[in-house]
């Protein structure tokens, strides 16, 4: 069965450093999204990304935070400077039509 | 204000026992989702009950929605050891296709 595949699955950097972290999406899927799930917190959304745009972003999506779809396959989301509130485990999900998103198995980052 | 608020917070039963649970919300709503995740992994949508439906069946999954009250019970009967895991409730705003929003989760614990 087709799924969500995220790398890498842990991430430690230190505050201040850029990080991307790659996402491939299920491979008919036409939206994608960000989310995160900061310790002992609410899976919190970020981005979704239809049509190689932006179609909404949340307040926590700041310019700090960026999306990309280099080509056909990978979704990315790139934190420019790091700080130590970033560290959370993020989610990409994916969707063939609205709705029904289906999620990867998460980065988990850290930011010392 | 917060959408998606599940009740309890906690549950344990045996194996055999049904579990139920239910999710609140606030606003006006496209769809409801259930989703499942295990302790420290992915998200696994597990139903999607749409705002004109008020009764839904997966296997051992039963999903009511009632829009009247903004509430939706998920019910999985003859639960299972396997079954333990946290359950969110997921809301697909009317003014938003793809943003997500997800209550804190009922954490359940189904013991042999």
């Known amino acids: 069965e087709p799924e969500v595949t995220q790398t890498p699955s842990h991430q430690v950097t230190q505050m201040g450093q850029e990080v991307i972290l790659r996402c491939v999406p299920i491979?008919?899927?036409?939206?994608f999204y960000w989310y995160r799930q900061i310790l002992g917190q609410k899976v919190e959304f970020l981005v979704s990304f239809y049509n190689n745009e932006i179609s909404e972003k949340s307040e926590i999506f700041d310019d700090q935070f960026s999306v990309e779809r280099p080509d056909g396959s990978n979704f990315t989301l790139k934190i420019r400077s790091t700080k130590l509130e970033d560290s959370a485990m993020y989610f990409c999900?994916?969707?063939?039509?609205?709705?029904?998103?289906?999620f990867g198995p998460g980065t988990r980052l850290t930011v010392l | 204000s917060q959408q998606g608020e599940e009740d309890p917070q906690a549950l344990s039963i045996q194996e055999g026992e049904n579990a139920t649970m239910n999710c609140s919300y606030k606003t006006s709503i496209n769809n409801l989702q259930w989703y499942r995740q295990n302790s420290g992994r992915g998200l696994v949508h597990l139903i999607l009950i749409r705002s004109n439906e008020r009764e839904k069946h997966s296997g051992r999954l039963r999903v009511t929605l009632d829009t009247s009250k903004k509430s939706s019970s998920l019910l999985i009967t003859a639960s299972r050891a396997a079954d333990t895991a946290s359950y969110f409730c997921?809301?697909?705003?009317?003014?938003?296709?793809?943003?997500?929003?997800f209550g804190a989760g009922t954490q359940v614990v189904v013991t042999p």
């Open positions: 997921a809301t697909a705003l009317g003014d938003s296709w793809g943003k997500l929003q």
């Open positions: 999900a994916s969707s063939e039509r609205l709705y029904t998103q289906y």
């Open positions: 491979s008919n899927h036409l939206y």
